[in-house]
């Protein structure tokens, strides 16, 4: 006969045999571990989120500060004194 370990769970430090539970007590435990689950798939995905955001935050940054750079280039070169002799 195969020696199965019985689940439990472990409630305030005192362990809790699956067994010994009543079906809402086990319907309980579902239900936290799926919780529990969800929370850590979601904090996931936000880690993902938070990069990818921090990402193009940047890059819309950047590129604002090279149509910046581009139009006081144009303006230098429109308000340079030598641009006028040519």
Do not use: C, H, W
């Not at 009543?22 to 799926?34: N, P, R, S």
């Amino acid at each position: 006969m195969e020696n199965q370990k019985e689940n439990s769970v472990n409630i305030d430090g005192t362990k809790y045999k699956e067994s010994e539970m009543t079906d809402q007590q086990k319907y309980f435990v579902a239900q936290v571990q799926d919780l529990k689950n969800k929370k850590a798939k979601q904090e996931f995905e936000l880690d993902q989120t938070l990069a990818s955001l921090d990402v193009f935050q940047r890059a819309l940054i950047q590129s604002t500060k090279k149509v910046a750079d581009e139009v006081l280039e144009k303006d230098k070169t429109l308000n340079d004194p030598k641009e006028d002799k040519k």
